[in-house]
């Protein structure tokens, strides 16, 4: 469940009121607003360990003054977030130096025994950042690039060096930098492009300071000429015309690059908001809830279509919370009307209409089976005794939801119906001993009533009266049917 109310919050996600949605989690630029003063001391200059891993070429240099001139840059264009980075030692980044591509399992193991030994080396209590720095992309670069993106334990930025590249100077090059590296750690942090501008919705040349010249060269006089000219010397004047224009339009312009109105890079207030939450997180606090993450996310959005939907099924978790979503109109935009569908499945679900709610959630089950639409057809087929397709949605849906106890308690009926008492008895077994699962009385009470049914299916009498005793005589429910049972059992 959620808390405060879905549709509550949900009615202050308009355009000019988002702005002031400050629950978030994982983000979104929005339109670039005015730094908001902290309220509170906490959240000012959060910091961030960035220990950087050099490739060979760098490692070879023994001046590291750039490294730290690329930090304080770095830290002027983090400033927006409250953000500031402190340079941990650095380590030899190896796998660079490998001049063959590697899948990606021989790349994962190689870098996180490495992060692993410098975590045991460094223990730190502070959030900290990877930063692989590379002379140039090695062999492996894409696929260690995907790796950083995918695997959150290990947050890891990957950098390449500009000092030196042909047509801009160190100072330019620095500066490209830090706000590369800027905006690669703002993405880390959980920032993402929205509908309206902030850095992330720049192009890299935008975001470098940087424009394509595209100055057309002087054309030659169209004046008539009086001595002949060649064909092929025609032919040669025009390649290079167009030579020149090619290679002005591919020149940086060093001018733009260095001008003194490159101000610092503007974040969106929510993404502000999305990279303080994030080093929270990074600094042990508990993960945000999809709830209180969804709204902060404008369900009109198109460009954040797929997080808000993958936030609003992470929240709506019972059947209750689709009907009421539907019936407040936060799922109004044009593009939610599967959800729509899903919300209307849930409403013949919770009024046993179980023919509708199979029809309604079985297709939307179907690719996106994590979600609740699968728990709805699961359940719906489960009344219908339409024991295969329970079986399969059911699974689909506890397979990422272990233990929910509705979607269990139902998935061991269909099992023991099936006739496969011994699956039954440990699924029930497993819900009842979880150490970190609130059951309430009357799950715990209808658990224990089937546990002891399976038990005694299996013939294992004296376990199935120790899970009928442990139920509450008083138990409206299952307390007076368990007694009876009991009884039955004793008097044989």
């Not at 090695?138 to 959150?152: A, C, D, N, Q, W």
């Not at 090619?246 to 990279?275: C, F």
């Not at 440990?426 to 609130?438: D, F, G, N, V, Y």
Request: charged content about 25%; overall charge positive.
């Amino acid at each position: 469940m959620f808390s405060p109310p879905f549709s509550s919050r949900l009615a202050l996600r308009r355009p000019h009121a988002l702005m002031l949605s400050l629950g978030l989690g994982l983000g979104l630029g929005c339109a670039s607003a005015p730094p908001v003063a902290p309220k509170s001391s906490q959240e000012v200059g959060r910091r961030l360990l960035i220990s950087p891993a050099l490739d060979l070429s760098l490692r070879q240099e023994g001046e590291r003054a750039w490294l730290r001139e690329l930090m304080r840059r770095t830290n002027l264009e983090l400033s927006e977030l409250n953000l500031s980075l402190e340079l941990g030692p650095e380590r030899p980044w190896e796998l660079s130096d490998q001049e063959e591509a590697l899948g990606l399992e021989q790349l994962w193991g190689s870098l996180s025994a490495q992060l692993e030994d410098w975590r045991a080396a460094e223990p730190r209590a502070q959030p900290r950042l990877w930063l692989a720095l590379t002379s140039s992309p090695p062999p492996s670069y894409p696929p260690l690039r995907e790796l950083s993106h995918t695997r959150r334990g290990a947050p890891l930025v990957i950098l390449r060096q500009l000092r030196g590249l042909s047509g801009v100077t160190e100072d330019e090059a620095l500066t490209a930098m830090s706000r590369l590296l800027a905006r690669s750690i703002a993405v880390n942090l959980g920032a993402l492009k929205g509908c309206e501008a902030d850095a992330l919705s720049l192009s890299r040349d935008e975001l470098l300071g940087w424009r394509l010249n595209r100055a057309e060269p002087p054309q030659p006089s169209r004046a008539p000429s009086r001595a002949p000219r060649l064909r092929g010397a025609q032919r040669s004047s025009s390649l290079q015309a167009r030579r020149e224009r090619d290679r002005s339009a591919r020149s940086l312009s060093s001018a733009e690059a260095s001008a003194p109105t490159l101000t610092p890079i503007t974040w969106s207030q929510l993404n502000r908001e999305l990279s303080a939450q994030r080093l929270r997180e990074l600094s042990g606090a508990p993960s945000v809830p999809p709830c209180e993450r969804l709204s902060a996310l404008d369900l009109s959005c198109s460009l954040t279509l797929n997080e808000a939907r993958l936030y609003t099924h992470a929240c709506l978790t019972e059947a209750e919370d689709w009907v009421r979503a539907a019936r407040g109109a936060e799922l109004s935009p044009p593009p939610w009307e599967e959800e729509r569908r899903l919300a209307r499945g849930a409403a013949a679900l919770l009024e046993e209409r179980w023919a509708e709610a199979l029809e309604r959630c079985a297709p939307i089950a179907s690719h996106s089976p994590s979600s609740f639409a699968s728990r709805c057809a699961g359940e719906a087929a489960a009344q219908l005794k339409r024991d295969a397709e329970a079986l399969r949605y059911l699974r689909a849906y506890l397979s990422a939801h272990p233990l929910n106890p509705p979607a269990t308690l139902e998935l061991s009926k269909v099992v023991g119906r099936t006739g496969d008492h011994s699956a039954a008895a440990a699924l029930l077994s497993e819900l009842i001993s979880a150490p970190k699962l609130k059951l309430s009385s009357q799950q715990r009470s209808r658990a224990l009533y089937n546990l002891g049914i399976a038990h005694a299916q299996l013939g294992e009498l004296s376990e199935a009266l120790k899970a009928w005793r442990a139920i509450d005589p008083k138990d409206e429910s299952y307390g007076e049917r368990a007694q009876s049972l009991i009884n039955e059992l004793s008097a044989q």
